[in-house]
């Protein structure tokens, strides 16, 4: 791994800008071009900087090649501003190296569907019920899996993200087509996560040329969407199956009952009303609930390294899995993953 970091901001983000470009002119740039092994880049920049939209233009393309980042943490900078700008501290980025070391080739035979971001259910051609989902944790969990080898589908509905680099990608609109993306690929998965915001309610009726405005009011019918998750769940078999629940109030009872109710290995629970940990934002506070009862809380994470958090908890219970006698169809797996 080629960890690229320097806690002067100004270079950092010229540093970062040259890398997406593809300019070597200079001894790291020419290196990052040359390598062949992973590229993290651990940058620290005052926080309008790092926000700013030519920085996370370039940190989006990067990602889109592979690139992992190190995200910045919160605290007071050296100018005296406040934000996501200090560079992370030194036990996170072994950890993460480390991690990225290990993981290449984890999850190499194995088939992970996912699904992401909101569904959009019409109204008329121009209108339509959705919701705030902006696809980013989906798209990191199906990163995260391609990055540990997996071959990965992800069913998409609309967000304005780039699938991730070597991850297969299907864009749908209606949680219906979406449905139906879903059972074309289950059979083939070894393990799926449901990250989608699926909308639970569409128009009964939907207009087939714009409804014109009109002063009187307008009552719309809404009937319930299939439960996606729900559906496939049930015919999980060898499957490791995965949710998420975006709660507000009870978020770890409510997801519990999610768990069951749904049959899952897994869910991913998140309270989104705490600040930083809901829809559109890049971190998440996740807690994870087992079907044997286990509670694990993460901390406050970027969403990148949240979902590297559930794939090392979908590994273990693969490995869980494989370990059990009477489980079929395992034999396909690598070796890595036959005994636990
Ligand atoms: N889900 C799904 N299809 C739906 C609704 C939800 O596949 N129509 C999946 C989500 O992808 C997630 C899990 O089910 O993995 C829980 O979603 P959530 O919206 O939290 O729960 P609901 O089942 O919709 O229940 P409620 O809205 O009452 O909380």
């Known amino acids: 791994a080629c960890l ?6 100004i270079r950092d983000r010229h540093t970062i800008a040259r890398l997406a470009l593809g300019l070597a002119d200079d001894m790291l740039t020419t290196l990052a071009l040359a390598t062949r092994a992973p590229i993290l880049v651990a940058p620290a920049m005052n926080p309008a900087m790092w926000t700013h939209p030519a920085t996370q233009a370039h940190v989006q393309m990067l990602q889109a090649r592979g690139v992992e ?23 996170t980025m072994i950890e993460v190296v480390e991690r990225r070391l290990k993981r290449t080739q984890e999850l190499a035979g194995i088939h992970v569907l996912v699904t992401a971001g909101p569904t959009y259910e019409p109204i008329d ?3 339509f019920i959705g919701n705030r989902s902006s696809g980013k944790m989906g798209y990191a969990v199906a990163q995260a899996a391609a990055e540990r080898g997996a071959e990965v589908t992800l069913i998409s509905g609309p967000t304005a993200l780039d699938p991730p680099a070597g991850v297969k990608c299907i864009r749908v609109q209606t949680a219906e087509q979406m449905l139906q993306a879903v059972q074309e690929h289950f059979e083939a998965c070894d393990v799926f996560i449901s990250v989608a915001a699926v909308a ?4 009964e009726r939907v207009y087939p040329l714009k409804r014109k405005r009109s002063q009187r009011a307008w009552t719309l019918r809404l009937v319930p ?29 409510y997801a519990r009952e999610k768990l069951q109710r749904k049959g899952l290995d897994l869910i991913a629970v998140n309270d989104v009303l705490e600040p930083q ?9 996740l807690t994870l609930l087992y079907a044997d009862g286990r509670v694990e809380p993460l901390p406050l994470l970027p969403k990148r390294i949240a979902a590297h958090r559930l794939m090392d908890a979908v590994v273990e219970r693969l490995h869980i899995l494989a370990g059990k006698s009477g489980v079929p169809d395992r034999s396909h797996l690598p070796d890595s993953l036959k005994s636990p």
């Open 4 to 9: 690229v970091g320097s806690e002067m901001c």
């Open 125 to 127: 051609p121009v209108r």
């Open 277 to 285: 940990s809901g829809f559109e934002v890049d971190t998440t506070r």
């Open 225 to 253: 969407n299939p439960d996606i998750l729900g559906t496939v769940a049930p015919r999980k078999g060898h499957r490791l199956v995965v949710g998420f629940a975006a709660e507000t109030g009870k978020a770890i009872e």
């Open 69 to 91: 980042f190190i995200d910045p943490t919160y605290g007071v900078m050296a100018c005296g501003d406040e934000g996501w700008g200090k560079i992370a501290d030194t036990p």
């Open 200 to 203: 639970d309610y569409r128009p």
